[in-house]
């Protein structure tokens, strides 16, 4: 590994950051579209005017879609034979650094005790980076997400009797989306993990966000698990911005893991309607692949 090839790498991330602040996934576009197309309350349809026009103006201008980037959380699926592997992490806090700067991106991360903002972006564990290694692979794959302070204040995790069952553990993110759920800026996308411990729990409904919306969990039960919250919650009938509309969500996603027979635990994590995830696919020879944003280039 060069420097220049290290200087490359962080290049890449630190636009792929910019470009995921400005643009929202395709799928998160195409989502919004057809709810604005199945929205029949007027004050509904002019809030999914107000966020097409935002998104637009975001384009032109060159500037975040919404104003607060978040604090800033990296998902890395990164192959043991990916020659920057032993520069990932100190690349990601630079391009971070740097996206600040260039995107820019608003400072947002404030030390815990000494409760002062770090102005770029960076501070303890953050960016958050969760790794997992992938064996016989010369690549990196790089989930980009923007934690906003209004969609994080809903998230929650809990470990729960297993008597209460799959349904106490649904009423208890219910009774959190009633709650909080309108100050995440909806439509949301909810993110449910469910088993393991509560750590566990929590990780895996972050990472049920980063799934594609229109996919569905591959055991037949969850699947229609998620399809029968996201019927309960849309029958709330939030709408986009808590004004009331047709929908509530644009998904509901739940990823799980096995469980102690004692325990049930069960995370939720919220998405908002600008919900700036993003994935790069970056090749041994840094040749790199948007998979959100099909057609993309940095
Ligand atoms: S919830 Fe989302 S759209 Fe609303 S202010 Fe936060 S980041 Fe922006």
Redesign the pocket.
């Known amino acids: 590994m060069t420097t220049s090839e290290k200087q490359k790498f962080i290049d890449i991330l630190a636009a792929f950051t910019g470009y995921s602040s400005k643009h929202l996934p395709d799928d998160v576009v195409e989502r919004l579209t057809l709810m604005r197309e199945k929205e029949d309350s007027p004050m509904a349809k002019l809030f999914y005017d107000a966020m097409f026009s935002d998104l637009e103006k975001a384009s032109e201008l060159d500037r975040p879609c919404?104003?607060?980037t978040?604090v800033l959380q990296y998902f890395v699926q990164v192959g043991s034979g990916f020659p920057l592997i032993d520069e990932t992490e100190d690349s990601l806090r630079e391009a971070v650094k740097k996206a600040t700067i260039e995107a820019p991106l608003r400072h947002n991360v404030v030390e815990i005790f000494d409760e002062y903002n770090t102005g770029d972006n960076t501070g303890t564990r953050i960016p958050w980076i969760d790794w997992e290694v992938l064996p016989h692979c010369d690549s990196v794959t790089i989930y980009m997400y923007?934690a906003?302070?209004?969609?994080s204040l809903p998230g929650t995790a809990k470990v729960l009797m297993p008597l209460e069952g799959y349904e106490g553990a649904m009423k208890y993110i219910l009774d959190q989306v009633t709650s909080y759920g309108v100050?995440?800026?909806p439509p949301l996308l909810l993110g449910i993990g469910i088993g393991g411990s509560v750590e566990v729990a929590a990780k895996l409904s972050k990472k049920a966000l980063l799934r594609r919306i229109g996919t569905r969990n591959k055991n037949q039960k969850a699947a229609e698990l998620e399809l029968k919250m996201e019927e309960a919650i849309n029958r709330i009938k939030i709408g986009p911005g808590g004004v009331s509309g047709n929908a509530s969500v644009m998904a509901v996603h739940i990823e799980q893991a096995g469980r102690h027979p004692s325990t049930l635990a069960v995370g939720m994590s919220t998405g908002?309607?600008?919900h700036r995830r993003a994935c790069i696919r970056i090749n041994h020879d840094l040749s790199y692949e948007l998979l959100t944003h099909k057609g993309v280039t940095l």
């Not at 906003?148 to 969609?151: A, K, L, R």
């Open positions: 919404c104003q607060d978040g923007m906003g302070g209004g969609c100050n995440a800026c908002c309607w600008a």
